[in-house]
């Protein structure tokens, strides 16, 4: 690894002069030109050498870092010092004795300021033969050789591109030439240890023997989104049978089994929505949580923030908009006061399925009855539709089937159908927030071509990644000197 800045300064004689003149005989362009060519194209070339003030700037930087990282060493003596003169007790139980000073060792630690070597007493309580090195704990240093801020940074840089490009950005921008693995490892570390605390927060408040006081000013309502997308996810390790062409195609050969769903729900305050332009709503804050498993851990999760958040009180009406996945219905219950939307869109779309196979496709016919009923929906009409809908008549079975399904779809879901209603008490009929949400979590991270996860790596990235878009990235600095995840 290199600590410096590299102020690269490109060499003269690399530049190009100007590009070779095409001989006489080269054949002419293809396209028939209307007038005259004119001069023949200069190769064009990047000035020699950066700016002087870019260059002053950056020998700054890397002039003063030595100095930077002289005085993190003096500070950590000071600490080392201050630990000498009141020693440490021993831990052991009924013991209580001063330990002694039994030597040190030294470590380096790759920090913001550069490679810092840190000389850590052991002591040591002869009676009980315990040792403890004090220094780490004291300073909170992880183990690994980066730390600090620069892991943070690196990690920071890993969650929002992938690996590769991270590495790359980490030499850009902090002036450190890591690799791919580096920044993996940072990100699996600290996304380890806020997954775990994010579990143990999740255990605590869905324990009933916990108390969970009620808010001061919990809000009257709350608003849910929760919803699945799929995820790529590594095949399990084979047992290798070398030389078989059969095997190879099996293993490039994506399969269904390969996808997992990745379960988010999205929670807001309907209060928090503002009218940013006429007709147009925006919602202010949205408190983001996912997991990669069932939907009760995605509840458990949910219930777990809006507990945090002081969102949850008796009185709270739980307003869930869903896509008609049983999953989220099924749980639902586990809220007293609630009210089941079903997407609005979703509803709207299965009427455009039937529609394009009756009408035809691309038919004026289609568009108007879709657009027609899409009308009686939003007004609330419900019933009305659904008898609209038993008095068509369909010639061909696979139409008859396809309207069968859709006048069952919205007879079970009538009650959560009642829009008009909705809208009136300001409580939005779709589920944007949340198919942004995966967008924002998954695709622009997880999803990107030819990208397979571990449960693993998807687990640590994806608890990072929301934590980044919730705005809580600084509670990784105050997690305690977080293990090495391997
Ligand atoms: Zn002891």
Not at 13 to 23: F, I, K, L, W, Y
Not at 327 to 346: K, Q, T, V, Y
Request: charged share 25%.
């Amino acid at each position: 690894m290199r600590f410096t800045r590299r102020v690269k300064q490109r060499h003269p004689g690399s530049q190009r002069e100007a590009a070779p003149v095409r001989s006489a005989g080269h054949r002419r362009s293809k396209t028939p030109k209307a007038h005259e060519p004119g001069p023949v194209p200069e190769h064009p070339t990047l000035p020699p050498e950066p700016p002087r003030f870019l260059q002053m700037e950056r020998q700054v930087v890397a002039d003063f870092r030595p100095q930077m990282l002289g005085e993190l060493s003096r500070r950590v003596e000071v600490e080392t010092e201050q630990l000498r003169r009141q020693p440490p007790i021993c831990p052991k139980a009924g013991c209580g004795r001063t330990m002694h000073r039994r030597g040190s060792t030294s470590t380096t630690q790759l920090t913001l300021c550069g490679l810092l070597t840190i000389r850590a007493d052991t002591f040591r309580c002869e009676p009980c033969k315990t040792r403890v090195r004090p220094l780490f704990d004291r300073l909170g240093i992880e183990s690994g050789r980066i730390s600090g801020g620069l892991a943070r940074l690196m990690a920071l840089l890993g969650v929002v591109v992938p690996y590769e490009l991270a590495a790359q950005l980490v030499w850009i921008l902090l002036g450190f030439e890591v690799n791919a693995m580096a920044v993996w490892r940072e990100v699996q570390r600290l996304g380890a240890a806020y997954e775990a605390h994010d579990q143990a927060r999740c255990r605590y408040h869905n324990d009933a023997r916990t108390p969970c006081p009620e808010p001061e000013s919990a809000p009257d309502v709350v608003l849910l989104e929760p919803d699945g997308a799929a995820l790529g996810m590594q095949r399990k390790k084979r047992k290798k049978r070398t030389g078989s062409a059969a095997e190879t195609a099996r293993t490039t050969t994506p399969q269904p089994s390969e996808f997992r769903e990745v379960k988010t729900g999205v929670l807001m305050l309907p209060a928090e929505r503002t009218e940013t332009s006429p007709g147009r709503r925006s919602v202010l804050r949205r408190v983001v949580v996912t997991c990669l498993g069932d939907a009760d851990t995605l509840f458990a999760r949910l219930w777990s923030a809006m507990c945090e958040l002081g969102w949850k009180s008796e009185g709270t009406i739980v307003v869930i908009v869903g896509d008609g996945a049983e999953w989220i219905w099924n749980r639902a219950s586990m809220f007293p006061r609630r009210c089941e939307i079903l997407d609005f869109w979703h509803a709207v779309e299965r009427a455009w399925e039937f529609a394009r196979l009756h009408f035809g496709a691309d038919s004026k016919a289609t568009a108007d009855w879709a657009h027609a009923l899409a009308v009686d929906l939003r007004a609330g009409k419900v019933v009305d539709v659904i008898t609209q809908l038993r008095g068509l008549q369909c010639g061909q079975k696979e139409t008859r089937e396809l309207l069968e399904k859709l006048i069952s779809y919205y007879t079970a879901n009538a009650s959560r159908m009642q829009y008009d209603q909705y809208l009136r008490l300001g409580y939005g009929i779709g589920s944007g927030a949340v198919e942004s949400a995966h967008k924002q979590v998954l695709q622009a991270r997880l999803r990107q071509a030819g990208m397979r996860w571990s449960v693993r790596g998807a687990t640590h990235l994806l608890a990072l990644r929301v934590l980044l878009l919730n705005g809580r990235w600084e509670d990784l600095d105050r997690l305690g000197r977080p293990s090495l995840a391997t």
